[in-house]
């Protein structure tokens, strides 16, 4: 292990520990560090299951053992079987190809429980969306998936470009899902009444039923898994519209009436 982390929960944050990482080279564009802190510092101090496809040097390994500590249980994916030279026992380093779907079923024993996954190997369409369909219903309730190097969905050497099958445009498709339970009531009234005191459960799929939210970045896609029950349109407070203007009508009826007032 290069430096134990289990002290992270008060030690440096995530942009410094990438900005001061003297370990092996990490690739990450320079804006991804501030945005895995604004997902990821939940899990400190937990013994969070992080899995990471694309090793290469090893260095963003590294820095999530630094970050989570001791107790996470960090695994690396690559295709390329000499990652596993790059470090020592920071992470375990699984070799496999992300688009190989026997492979990712096979990665779902080895991690029964998995709360965190960052796509960062091939960055091509058919890889990326393989592995969010195989990884994603595995991941764990509070899970945090993440897709990064989205700007690949416009390069033409990665198979991207507009109109074409990108991972933009499969995540495009997971914005529609996320608001399933909109498609077939459209109107507030259905929604005003209490999930508990419907007549029927409301029809929607798996993605809106375990989805938080997406979140997305230049570049990178943040989805948090989370249990959903159906939306409800709660009216907060006490005091309805008509007694705010009934209350108007009586405050100026008084002022007519006060003889003190010219
Ligand atoms: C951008 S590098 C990973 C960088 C690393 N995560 C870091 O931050 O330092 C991409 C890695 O993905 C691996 N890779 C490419 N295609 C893959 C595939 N189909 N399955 C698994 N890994 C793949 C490459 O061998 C390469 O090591």
Redesign the pocket.
Known sequence: MTSAGSDAEDGPSLVEMFETHAGN????WSHYPEIYERHLAKFLGEPVNLL??????G??LQIWRNYFGADAKIVG????PT?TLMIEDEAEIVI????DTAFLESLKTRMPRLDVVID???HKAH?QIATFEALYPHLAEGGVYIVEDLHTSYWPHFGGGFGRESFIERSKRLIDLLHEWYWYNPSFNTYIVPPAERPQAMPAGDFAKSTFGLHFYDSMLVIEKRTQTEPWLRLYGQVSRDEVLKKRAQRALDEDNDPDIP
């Open positions: 080279k990490s690739d990450k990471e496809i694309g090793v290469f040097n260095g963003s994916v690559d295709i390329d990652t496999g190809d992300q688009a960062d190997g091939g890889q």
